[in-house]
């Protein structure tokens, strides 16, 4: 498996900005579909977005769509999660995921530790 590592959380205002980054080490990054999920405080965790192993199809959850963006680079082992207009519902422990299957949110199966993000009003 794959071993995922995410930084970039913190403390932002309502329509402010945050970049994740998701570092990956251990087998051929590029190989695996990269996804982002979010779980908030007594919530299930959900799914946020996800990428193709070449970058070629992205995929958002609805209420996202239009705010956040999923990139990566394979050159340096890392995705990304480019957040702007940020809203308080947007507070969460946001988790980093890999899948050598598919990029649809029932594929991922590696996970990364978490970085919290909270959005203050």
């Known amino acids: 498996q794959v071993q995922l590592v995410e930084s970039g959380g913190g403390l932002v205002q309502a329509g402010g900005s ?9 087998r051929t990054f590029s190989s ?19 990428i193709t192993w070449s ?3 992205e ?4 209420s996202v769509k239009g705010r956040f963006t999923i990139s990566r ?7 990304y999660l480019e957040m702007n207009s940020l809203k308080p519902e947007d507070t969460a422990v946001y988790y980093c995921a890999a ?11 590696s996970w990364g530790q978490g970085t919290q993000v909270t959005v203050s009003s």
């Open 18 to 26: 945050l970049r994740l980054s998701c570092a990956a080490s251990g």
């Open 32 to 50: 695996y579909a990269v996804g982002w999920f979010r779980q908030a405080p007594g919530k299930e965790r959900e799914f946020v977005a996800s």
């Open 73 to 79: 680079d394979n050159a340096k082992n890392t995705g």
């Open 99 to 109: 899948s050598d299957s598919g990029f649809l949110p029932y594929y991922f199966d």
């Open 59 to 62: 995929f958002y959850a609805n």
């Open 55 to 57: 970058g070629g199809y």
